[in-house]
């Protein structure tokens, strides 16, 4: 007969390291659908999740319709179905007090959303992304620029352009804009919380008084608003440099307006105007775009094969002035991958040990 002590101890308790990501700080992308934007708002997510190893959710404002749409896609990717990767709805409404169809048809349908996202959520702070984008490096690099806000500002964004003379906004705009050539508000840094106290809360009083001002003036919507807005008060807006928005007009017209060099690589693309889709006359944005349709949604993307595969379609194009971007582009990618790469397997390190020190 076996005694007490003969018998094998239950096996001990297993202490499962925490996901590589808990304790990471939590992004937050908002965009705004409408329309026929879902596959391209679909792939701005993905370089997304692609290039990133954070805790990140999607605030995703859309017509009631596109839900499914977008749950259908999302919910097969491995990082939502781990729940590093969230996302939540929101309906497209405006004030009450205003006609929604003058301001759901200015410019994009709908793109005017943004300008009230802060008084629809209590987000503290979040990137706006235009669906026409594309990351090419981690999410957590922008996001650091949070961190560089002065005690006045409450958004960062972009030039619209570099060239001082000949930019859009100078040459054409009817109303007052930001600084010497504007911005571009397709990707947009908001400290919600700031938005929402600027002034006494007058955000939104304020942009509506702005487009009913300027309505008829204004060409790129939201955009134009923002300008207006931040024409008023500079002292609320940040602006980082053109490699975090980086477009078409940077590089169209055979000169390097972005000053990109292997220290300086476009790290979020912008295809504005339709340049994704836009094989005759932009065949270097389309081939990146085509890129990210091809690729799953993981953050363990091998950034040599991918600038492989790009790099070879990139030697079909044989008239594209963007291409003066190829060699930086490439080299972002690269880089940007190992970065994502290394990050997760640090973190699944020290979380392993972790682990390990809990069962001493």
């Known amino acids: 007969m076996s005694t007490l002590s003969d018998r094998p101890s239950p096996p001990a308790e297993q202490t499962k390291p925490a996901p590589y990501w808990e304790g990471s700080t939590h992004l937050h992308i908002a965009c705004v659908i409408c329309g026929d934007r879902t596959p391209e708002a679909l792939v701005m997510m993905k370089s997304g999740v692609v290039f990133s190893s954070s805790p990140l959710t999607f605030h995703i404002f859309t017509e009631d319709?596109?839900?499914?749409?977008?749950s259908k896609e999302l919910?097969?990717?491995?990082?939502?179905i781990d729940a590093r990767v969230t996302y939540k709805f929101y309906p497209v409404a405006y004030p009450k007090t205003?006609?929604?169809?003058?301001?759901?048809?200015n410019f994009k349908p709908?793109?005017?959303?943004?300008?009230?996202?802060p008084t629809t959520t209590e987000i503290e702070s979040v990137i706006y992304m235009d669906t026409d984008i594309l990351f090419l490096s981690p999410v957590e690099r922008i996001w650091k620029h949070f961190s560089r806000f002065n005690d006045t500002q409450l958004a960062a964004v972009a030039p619209e352009s570099e060239d001082l003379v000949n930019g859009w906004y100078p040459r054409f705009a009817r109303h007052p804009f930001y600084g010497q050539a504007g911005i571009n508000s397709g990707v947009m840094l908001m400290?919600?919380?700031?938005?929402?106290?600027?002034?006494?809360?007058?955000?939104?009083?304020?942009?509506?008084?702005?487009?009913?001002?300027y309505r008829h003036n204004i060409s790129w919507g939201d955009q134009c608003l923002l300008n207006?807005?931040?024409?008023?008060?500079?002292?609320?807006?940040?602006?980082y440099s053109c490699e975090w928005n980086y477009r078409p007009d940077h590089c169209m017209y055979g000169v390097n307006n972005c000053q990109l060099s292997n220290s300086k690589t476009p790290q979020i693309l912008h295809g504005n105007r339709r340049a994704f889709h836009?094989?005759?006359?932009?065949?270097?944005?389309?081939?990146?775009?085509?890129?990210?349709?091809?690729?799953?949604?993981?953050?363990?993307?091998?950034?040599?094969?991918?600038?492989?595969?790009?790099?070879?379609?990139?030697?079909?194009?044989?008239?594209?002035?963007?291409?003066?971007?190829?060699?930086?582009?490439?080299?972002?990618?690269?880089?940007?991958?190992?970065?994502?790469?290394?990050?997760?397997?640090?973190?699944?390190?020290?979380?392993?040990?972790?682990?390990?020190?809990a069962k001493l």
Not at 284 to 304: M, R
Request: hydrophobic letters at 40%; aromatic letters at 10%.
């Open 110 to 117: 709908c793109a005017t959303m943004r300008l009230f996202i």
């Open 98 to 105: 205003e006609d929604t169809k003058t301001w759901r048809e």
């Open 75 to 80: 919910d097969t990717w491995q990082d939502v």
């Open 228 to 239: 207006i807005y931040f024409y008023r008060h500079p002292e609320l807006v940040r602006s």
């Open 65 to 70: 319709h596109l839900h499914k749409d977008f």
């Open 191 to 213: 400290n919600m919380t700031r938005i929402r106290a600027v002034n006494g809360g007058t955000w939104q009083k304020e942009l509506i008084e702005i487009f009913h001002e």
């Open 278 to 357: 836009d094989q005759p006359r932009q065949p270097f944005f389309k081939a990146v775009y085509d890129e990210f349709v091809s690729l799953p949604a993981v953050n363990k993307v091998d950034g040599a094969a991918m600038a492989r595969r790009m790099d070879k379609d990139f030697k079909s194009i044989s008239k594209d002035r963007c291409m003066l971007a190829r060699s930086f582009l490439l080299l972002s990618i690269r880089q940007s991958a190992r970065s994502v790469s290394s990050r997760v397997v640090r973190l699944r390190s020290e979380k392993a040990a972790a682990a390990e020190k």
